[in-house]
């Protein structure tokens, strides 16, 4: 037997069909087998609770950051930056078991922590992340406006003036995850003087910088969302981002982070063929399990054939970050093909799951609903095709 396929305490997920995971090391295996074992035990138990209250479970930031495994891209003196095909796996394992949990871990040590990183001065870097990689500093990534989603790019009406040793900014963001609580806010803002998009860092307690929670959310209801006003904004100029002077630099952050939807999908597809399952092997109609009906199974296969083709992409994915090779349009196609696939099995699974499947306690209707976030954020299905296919035609057919 290989080392590879010799078993261990991470053990196979039933949603890897082709063991996936074990491309990883076994100290890589290791570290996301204690991730597993703390998101069953601690965040599993409250996950419904909170998702149903909209309550955002703060009692366990401190127990995450014991974990060491924010900002697992970065480089720290003691700790050398992960391969993105072990941090996506970790990404995966948030999502299985809860999606607003991995969102708001996402936004943190993805957005948030990947913005430093990659437009950071070596200042600011040294400044911010180790805080963040422990997390006693939080952090939020204010992109969306709210009349500029898919449009961000040319819609984006936040300014940025520079005024002595001060930035002013000037205007509003929507759907800013962790912002209602964060300490660290990127905040993209069109500068007055150049017309181009600048990054700032604006720290908790700023004088004009307000985010207020959305209500009446119906997916992710656990991720605090804000809506952000900026009114006359100061900002010390040490904290406009020093490699975050257009655009281009800001996708340079969307383009890992949209690979990173592709994981946060596969991940909660697993967590969808677990819980679909379960209850199939276990609910009994007509004197038998509903497993044993052909149709229950037929939905099982699919699902699981969607998980297994959405993880070989996103493992793919992660390769070809780590190369150093990894282009927009592949992004995009992760993104899109692996939310479409979650978006069909949990339908899929809901109907095996009949009509429990509308009622909170078994879990399902959560993953049901935090679906349709995850295949609208990040770019929605249509403009992620847009790009694709002006990749593979070579003509744009944005306007």
């Known amino acids: 037997m290989t080392e590879q396929s010799t078993p261990d305490e991470l053990g196979d997920l039933p949603g890897d069909f082709y063991g996936y995971a074990h491309l990883l090391s076994p100290d890589e295996r290791s570290v996301l087998a204690r991730v597993r074992r703390f998101l069953e035990e601690r965040v599993r138990p409250i996950a419904l609770d909170q998702w149903e209250k909209a309550e955002f479970p703060h009692h366990l930031v401190p127990?995450?950051?014991?974990?060491?495994?924010?900002?697992?891209?970065?480089?720290?003196?003691?700790?050398?930056?992960?391969?993105?095909l072990f941090g996506s796996f970790i990404a995966a394992e948030f999502a299985r078991v809860d999606a607003s949990i991995a969102t708001f871990f996402g936004v943190h040590t993805g957005l948030a922590m990947g913005t430093i990183d990659q437009c950071g001065s070596d200042e600011q870097r040294d400044r911010w992340l180790p805080r963040m990689r422990t997390m006693e500093a939080i952090g939020s990534f204010g992109l969306t406006e709210?009349?500029?989603?898919?449009?961000?790019?040319?819609?984006?009406?936040?300014t940025a003036r520079r005024d002595g040793d001060t930035w002013v900014l000037d205007g509003a963001k929507r759907w800013i995850?962790?912002?209602?609580?964060?300490?660290?806010?990127?905040?993209?803002?069109?500068?007055?003087?150049?017309?181009?998009?600048?990054?700032?860092?604006?720290?908790?307690?700023?004088p004009g910088f307000t985010a207020r929670k959305i209500e009446r959310k119906t997916a992710l209801r656990t991720v605090q969302n804000a809506d952000i006003e900026l009114v006359g904004c100061r900002v010390p100029a040490e904290n406009k981002l020093a490699k975050a002077n257009s655009f281009r630099d800001t996708g340079r952050v969307l383009r890992a982070t949209r690979g990173g939807v592709a994981w946060s999908a596969v991940g909660a597809m697993m967590g969808?063929?677990?819980?679909?399952?379960?209850?199939?092997?276990?609910?009994?109609?007509?004197?038998?399990?509903?497993?044993?009906?052909?149709?229950?199974?037929?939905?099982l296969a699919t699902i699981v054939g969607n998980v297994t083709s959405s993880l070989g992409m996103a493992v793919r994915v992660a390769q070809l970050q780590d190369q150093g090779i990894f282009r927009d349009e592949q992004a995009a196609l992760a993104k899109l093909f692996c939310t479409t696939r979650l978006r069909a099995s949990v339908a899929r699974a809901r109907e095996i799951f009949g009509g429990n499947g509308i009622v909170?306690?078994?879990?399902?209707?959560?993953?049901?609903?935090?679906?349709e976030a995850l295949y609208s954020y990040e770019g929605t299905r249509e403009i992620n095709s847009l790009i694709v296919g002006r990749a593979v035609t070579g003509l744009g057919a944005f306007v």
């Open 63 to 84: 127990e995450i950051a014991e974990l060491d495994i924010a900002g697992l891209a970065v480089d720290f003196p003691d700790r050398k930056a992960a391969g993105k």
């Open 146 to 158: 709210p009349n500029g989603g898919s449009d961000v790019a040319g819609g984006l009406h936040t």
């Open 177 to 206: 995850g962790n912002a209602t609580f964060a300490d660290l806010n990127i905040i993209w803002a069109r500068d007055e003087a150049d017309g181009h998009v600048k990054g700032f860092v604006v720290e908790k307690g700023t």
């Open 272 to 299: 969808t063929f677990e819980l679909a399952r379960d209850y199939a092997v276990t609910r009994e109609q007509f004197g038998r399990p509903i497993a044993k009906f052909q149709l229950v199974q037929e939905h």
């Open 360 to 371: 909170l306690d078994y879990e399902i209707a959560k993953v049901f609903n935090d679906a």
